[in-house]
Structures are given as structure tokens and as C-alpha cells.
């Protein structure tokens, strides 16, 4: 699962957790959860989402791995 933490006004950590205990598995960033705005049932608003490189987002669904994620230990 995604876990999004803010602390203050400006702090914002992205993790990807386990779905059953909980623990860190890895950080992530905006560009990691990001889907393109076809994604929505509303229609287009005419913003693109690009990644660092500067190319277009085209997701419209997040991957499995972020859906459910288990660590090793819980893996097992």
C-alpha cells in the first residue's frame, strides 16, 4: 500500500508498506503514484503530468506491486 506521511507545512514522505504488517519497504516519489488525467471519468482538464525526464505520464492505473505489497517476512 502507498502511505503518504506530512509533517509541518512542507514535509511529505511517499512510501510503499506492507499490506499486512506495515513495515517500510521503500520510498517513493509523486512521479511513482502519478496517473494521466485519462484516468478520470471526468473528462479531460487539459493538465499533462510529466516525470523528471520531462515525458508525458500516460498510467491510468497504478501497478500491482503498489496495490498490494507484502514484505519478505510476510511473504512467506
Given at each position: 500500500m502507498i502511505k503518504l506521511?506530512?509533517?509541518?507545512?512542507?514535509?511529505?514522505t511517499i512510501t510503499k508498506v506492507c499490506n499486512d504488517c506495515g513495515c517500510h519497504i521503500e520510498d517513493l516519489s509523486i512521479e511513482d503514484i502519478v496517473l494521466s488525467?485519462?484516468?478520470?471519468?471526468?473528462g479531460d482538464n487539459g493538465l499533462r503530468p510529466?516525470?523528471?525526464?520531462?515525458?508525458?505520464?500516460?498510467?491510468?492505473?497504478?501497478?500491482?506491486?503498489?496495490?498490494v505489497c507484502q514484505c519478505e517476512?510476510?511473504?512467506d
Open positions: 506521511e506530512i509533517k509541518g507545512n512542507r514535509e511529505q488525467g485519462a484516468a478520470r471519468t471526468r510529466m516525470d523528471s525526464t520531462g515525458n508525458e505520464i500516460t498510467r491510468e492505473e497504478l501497478p500491482d506491486s503498489l496495490k517476512e510476510c511473504n
